[in-house]
């Protein structure tokens, strides 16, 4: 099937991380924006959500389940169903960049908690909605965008030791990360504090998990 090419507002569509053919994550959405330069995702609250993990009955063990890069290499990881515990969350990317900036709330949506910079590739279209991969590196910046941390420094250091990624890889990751930060930081459109006033229509359902989600 042909993918759309844009998806309106309130569409159900799915976002995917892809590991070298095989899904590893899949996130039921709903499409906020979808333009060439923005694509706004909103995954609600006790969506049901698939993750790649090295023991199905520790998918909410981050340290059990967690994919080292041996597993991550192998590709012999297994799909895992889980609810998305935090509240919901906002997913802002320009789809041909290598981050995207996530928006989590204080409970009930009363407050802004953090910005989350998730360093990911570039979004490819499908008839899902969009696949991307997890390139490892994150930074989590306070709600008042004043100071920051680095996230998973000993994770990509470890993709690089097991010649996951190349030495070049891992550059372009840090680039993005730190190309990403000083947007954030100093607070410029379309990544601005504007969507801290952003909520989600009340009439939306949760979406669900395709049938055929792991079809790449």
């Known amino acids: 099937m042909i993918p759309p ?3 309106e507002p309130g569409d159900h569509i799915t976002l995917r991380n892809v590991f070298r053919g095989r899904v590893q994550t899949v996130f ?11 694509v706004v995702t909103w995954l609600p609250v006790d969506t049901r959500v698939l993750n790649g993990v090295t023991d199905s009955n520790a ?24 609810k998305w515990h935090t ?39 499908t008839r899902f909605g969009f696949d991307t991969m997890d390139m490892i590196l994150d930074v989590v910046v306070q ?39 000083e947007i954030v930081a100093t607070n410029r459109p379309p990544f601005d504090n504007v969507w801290e006033n952003w909520r989600p229509d009340v009439l939306w359902n949760i979406p669900q998990i395709p049938n055929d989600w792991e079809e790449v």
Request: aromatic share 10%; glycine share 2%.
């Open 143 to 181: 709600a008042d965008r004043k100071s920051w941390r680095y996230k998973d420094e000993d994770e990509l250091a470890e993709a690089l030791a097991a010649e996951l990624i190349t030495e070049y890889q891992a550059q372009e990751i840090q680039n993005a990360a730190a190309q990403a930060l």
């Open 5 to 7: 090419t844009r998806f």
């Open 28 to 38: 039921p959405s709903i499409v906020v924006a979808d333009t060439p330069e923005l």
């Open 59 to 82: 998918v909410n063990d981050r340290v059990k389940g967690h994919l080292n890069p041996e597993i991550m290499a192998t590709k012999a990881w297994t799909m895992a169903e889980r």
């Open 87 to 125: 509240e919901g969350t906002l997913r802002i990317k320009n789809p041909r960049t290598m981050w995207s900036l996530w928006v989590f709330w204080e409970s009930g949506m009363s407050a802004i908690r953090s910005w989350y910079i998730n360093v990911d590739a570039a979004y490819s279209r």
